[in-house]
């Protein structure tokens, strides 16, 4: 959350000064601060720049409306590679499919784990034999995986987006257990995805329509 306490400190403050002060370009920070706006810890005002939202109090139309919303209401396709894959098609999916993450789920399709550009890019660099390799070697494994279920809140899995850092999110459900000596941890069926891109086009949405 260190760009609302910026916001605190400095308000009002322009997106080029907060991205100055992170040491990252404003294109980066573009998702984060509209799903800090999303959730009323941050407002906007054109030309003027951004201040301390008022999160503690229900805000206007758009906040009353995001409320109401649930991650099934949004959610997109999920796009899946199994464990087994290959590095090279997982680089090829993730720029067929324009996306920044493959969801990746083992034989009995179950979350297995969350492979992202950066991983990707991470491994392969310098490394010739990476494109052979299988997905896991590079992946964040399950139960690490960030998740959220179909019945959580818009608002609640952008809480999760910005509190982790991550640009995705799988959408999943419990996997029902084929027998009474199941496992003891809980297995996930990936049923979608919700990404900063979707909730930036909602907030857009949103902003944009009529009362």
């Not at 054109?46 to 959610?75: F, H, T």
């Not at 494109?131 to 959220?148: D, K, L, Q």
């Amino acid at each position: 959350m260190h760009i609302v306490e910026l916001v605190k400190q400095h308000a009002p403050i322009t997106g080029e000064q907060i991205a100055e002060m992170l040491g990252l370009s404003r294109p980066t920070l573009r998702s984060d601060l509209a799903l800090l706006v999303m959730l009323g810890l941050v407002d906007a005002k054109p030309k003027v720049g951004y201040s301390p939202g008022s999160a503690v109090s229900p805000g206007g139309e758009i906040s009353r409306r995001l409320q109401g919303m649930k991650v099934k209401d949004i959610q997109a396709i999920p796009v899946i590679v199994r464990e087994n894959s290959l590095v090279h098609d997982a680089v090829v999916t993730l720029f067929m499919e324009n996306v920044g993450s493959l969801i990746v789920v083992d034989e009995e399709n179950c979350l297995s784990g969350i492979i992202s550009r950066k991983d990707l890019l991470k491994f392969t660099l310098g490394n010739q034999n990476a494109s052979s390799m299988p997905v896991n070697m590079v992946m964040t494994r399950e139960p690490n995986v960030i998740h959220v279920f179909p019945e959580d809140s818009v608002v609640d899995a952008a809480r999760k987006m910005i509190h982790h850092q991550v640009d995705s999110l799988p959408v999943v459900v419990r996997m029902k257990p084929e027998s009474a000596s199941a496992q003891t941890r809980a297995r996930w069926d990936v049923v979608g995805r919700v990404t900063k891109t979707i909730m930036t086009q909602l907030l857009l949405e949103l902003a944009t329509e009529g009362p």
